[in-house]
């Protein structure tokens, strides 16, 4: 066992020593040690509830013959970080995430590891560091908040975050007064969890269920349901058997697996994070996955499920509705049914003995919400290396949109305009310099998004940016244009009035410009400024690498 280096033979006296400081016997040290990797945090909702989590997992190795000690990481709340300098630190804090896990795992020298996760940067930094150190693992999340009830003329209405951010732009318009703003935040987040749309949070843990890192149900369990601890226990007990059998991350996380895991988002029309953390995870396991292989599986993968804020559904409908399985089988033709999981089982025994619960939910194939899925890559003049947009949230008129740019260096300035309600009809907001690079740290921008949502203009105006949406976002909301604009990519040529072509049936972003107009201008550019000069986002600035290949750190 790994773990030997820590407890056996003469020399390992004074590591016993302290191993005994911590409680073990003298028996458990011919046992298999198990990190758990635990993200626990009194901050964020997600991650409230995770000591509970470990508690159980720990029951589940300690029955299977493994000694437990949990360790932890750190976690960030996007929703809390949202809109204001913190946001900055959302997506580095990914790779500190993946690199503490490392010294940890590796300076104690665990033989398996358990991870628990829930929200955005939590679950990919996990799963890359999964597959960087390659130790026998498997992921419980802490599960999805169920969604708000709010009450009014109308009956109960389900609610979530997501209508919160919308309702400011209804207050800026007029159409919503500030009582009833204080109604709806008051019960939008009821509790403990992932919050309950299909964001960026549930997104990820789903795609960890698709891909086989979690078991059966580990994307789509209510956090507050007694089968979220019965899963955790059951985490604890395979981790066990992985370390037996030596089945390890890389033996999981493949290009099949990968491949999996972008069908079932398409078919959910999950977060358009996801195409970063991806990517990511696949340079992380050394599996090649270009931006053109998402399109190709997009094509072939019917979107089934309109979930918020795409639809009205919440993740604990689809939960009844039959999980991730249902959505598995649906779309059985176009997924690897050989490819096996942390379960032990392969897809194809996985979906075998599934059952649709509600086909309100999770519609068939031949009654598809669209022949296509819920994501695609852009390229153009625009992003010759990329962009992403989640077509599930795009209104039909918004799908092929022409209009004059109206150009932001920041998302300060952009939603200043839009609340100053400069913003026209059939204008395209562009939001630049918030990159990885230029940001730094690729804000997320919910809030314009959101914004133009209160205000009814999600489908009149367009949004580009070389920086992220939340998953919560809906509207023609572009992210991740490539090369950003720090980088000297075409964004950064942009002028007000330039006229931006949309065309998303094409997979096309274009400016109505030549190639030599857009040279000529980037040429004039002066040399890009960093906006940070000290600490961990000076470092990240200088390391961090294009969007269109996961934003991970240059090697």
Do not use: W
């Amino acid at each position: 066992m790994k773990s030997d280096m820590v407890k056996k033979g003469v020399e390992r006296a004074p590591h016993r020593s302290l191993l005994y400081a911590v409680g073990c016997t003298h028996a458990e040290m011919d046992k298999p040690f198990i990190g758990i990797i635990n993200s626990f945090s009194e901050i964020v909702p997600g991650h409230i509830h995770l000591r509970e989590i470990a508690e159980a997992v720990k029951i589940g190795v300690s029955s299977g013959g493994g000694v437990p000690f949990e360790v932890n990481t750190i976690a960030v709340c996007d929703g809390i970080a949202m809109n204001h300098p913190g946001m900055k630190y959302s997506l580095p804090s990914r790779e500190l995430i993946a690199d503490s896990v490392e010294i940890v795992a590796e300076a104690h020298a665990f033989d398996g590891l358990v991870f628990i996760t829930n929200c955005d940067k939590i679950v990919p930094g996990m799963l890359m560091a999964a597959v960087r150190l390659n130790l026998p693992a498997i992921f419980i999340s802490g599960g999805p908040m169920l969604a708000g009830r709010l009450s009014g003329n109308d009956g109960i209405k389900h609610v979530d975050l997501s209508h919160v951010f919308e309702a400011v732009g209804r207050i800026a318009k007029g159409k919503m007064s500030q009582e009833e703003l204080e109604q709806l935040e008051m019960v939008a987040c009821p509790g403990r969890g992932s919050c309950s749309g299909m964001f960026t949070a549930n997104t990820m843990n789903c795609a960890t269920e698709a891909m086989g890192m979690g078991l059966v149900g580990n994307g789509t369990i209510p956090a507050i349901d007694a089968r979220r601890i019965q899963l955790a226990r059951e985490a604890g007990r395979q981790v066990m058997k992985l370390l037996a059998n030596d089945i390890r991350p890389r033996d999981i996380i493949n290009e099949a697996s990968i491949h999996n895991a972008f069908a079932v988002d398409m078919a959910l029309g999950g977060s358009t994070n996801s195409v970063l953390h991806l990517i990511a995870i696949a340079h992380e396991a050394g599996v090649k996955f270009s931006l053109p292989m998402i399109n190709e599986i997009s094509n072939r993968t019917p979107h089934l499920a309109k979930l918020r804020p795409a639809g009205d559904y919440h993740l604990e409908d689809l939960d009844k509705a039959g999980g991730i399985p249902a959505v598995m089988k649906e779309i059985k033709d176009v997924l690897n049914l050989e490819a096996r999981g942390a379960s032990g089982k392969s897809v194809a025994e996985i979906i075998a003995d599934c059952r649709f619960a509600d086909r309100e939910v999770i519609h068939s194939a031949d009654n598809a919400y669209s022949l296509r899925g819920g994501i695609c890559i852009l390229f153009g003049n625009l992003a010759p290396e990329g962009a992403v947009v989640k077509r599930a949230a795009v209104a039909p008129e918004m799908m092929v949109h022409q209009g004059p740019a109206r150009v932001f260096d920041s998302e300060e300035k952009a939603t200043r305009a839009i609340m100053d309600d400069s913003i026209k009809s059939g204008d395209v907001v562009v939001i630049r310099y918030e990159g990885p690079r230029g940001g730094p740290g690729m804000r997320e921008m919910l809030t314009p998004t959101s914004l133009l949502s209160g205000m009814g203009m999600d489908k009149e105006v367009a949004l580009i940016t070389d920086g992220r949406f939340s998953g919560a976002t809906k509207g023609a909301a572009i992210g991740h244009v490539s090369p950003e604009a720090a980088s000297r990519g075409p964004i950064a040529a942009l002028r007000d009035g330039d006229v931006i072509k949309i065309n998303i049936p094409d997979y096309k972003l274009e400016v109505a410009l030549s190639d030599k107009e857009i040279s000529q201008r980037l040429a004039d550019l002066a040399q890009f400024e960093p906006k940070v000069k000290a600490g961990y986002l000076r470092r990240y600035a200088e390391k961090v690498c294009s969007a269109s290949t996961g934003a991970v750190f240059s090697r």
